[in-house]
């Protein structure tokens, strides 16, 4: 018995397609390698923010662990919190080498849309165990009121 090799038909965008999935593989396989690479590719990082509000404020918080106070600024442009600073990479000595890397060092800039008028004399921003807690009191305008129904 003989053996025919079939030829299968080649199209050009299968190898491309080939091509991706073992890039996504790639990526998946190595979780912090792509973070690496993201990292590389946008040039920055952010930090994690939590929004969220009540009756009276909007609260933001940030994690900003390693940062000193003077390292951050906090302000308000046309409706948005902008959070911004710079944390910097720890000095090595020359003797010693990196091994493995994963915390993200460098300029940051975040910034929160605010859907409500703010009192802008009345913000507070705190920051404890690297965490930044901006409180941002809403104007007597921006909070819910209750309207009482009348029934006639």
């Given at each position: 018995m003989k053996l025919i090799k079939s030829q299968q038909?080649?199209?050009?965008?299968?190898?491309?397609?080939?091509?991706?999935?073992?890039?996504?593989d790639r990526f998946f396989e190595s979780p912090?390698?792509?973070?690496?690479?993201?990292?590389?590719?946008?040039?920055?990082?952010?930090?994690?923010?939590?929004?969220?509000?009540?009756?009276e404020n909007f609260v933001v918080k940030a994690e900003l662990p390693g940062m000193k106070r003077e390292e951050i600024d906090v302000s308000l442009h046309d409706g948005n919190l902008v959070i911004s600073g710079e944390r910097k990479s720890e000095t090595k000595s020359e003797e010693s080498q990196t091994h493995h890397s994963e915390r993200f060092y460098g300029r940051f800039e975040r910034s929160v849309a605010l859907p409500a008028a703010i009192a802008v004399d009345k913000v507070k921003a705190d920051y404890k165990d690297g965490i930044l807690t901006v409180?941002?009191?809403?104007?007597?305008?921006?909070?819910?009121?209750?309207i009482d129904v009348s029934v006639s």
């Amino acid at each position: 018995m003989k053996l025919i090799k079939s030829q299968q038909p080649t199209w050009p965008s299968l190898g491309r397609l080939a091509d991706l999935r073992e890039e996504i593989d790639r990526f998946f396989e190595s979780p912090l390698n792509g973070l690496s690479r993201a990292q590389q590719f946008f040039g920055e990082w952010a930090p994690a923010l939590d929004v969220f509000e009540d009756k009276e404020n909007f609260v933001v918080k940030a994690e900003l662990p390693g940062m000193k106070r003077e390292e951050i600024d906090v302000s308000l442009h046309d409706g948005n919190l902008v959070i911004s600073g710079e944390r910097k990479s720890e000095t090595k000595s020359e003797e010693s080498q990196t091994h493995h890397s994963e915390r993200f060092y460098g300029r940051f800039e975040r910034s929160v849309a605010l859907p409500a008028a703010i009192a802008v004399d009345k913000v507070k921003a705190d920051y404890k165990d690297g965490i930044l807690t901006v409180t941002l009191p809403k104007t007597e305008e921006a909070k819910p009121k209750k309207i009482d129904v009348s029934v006639s």
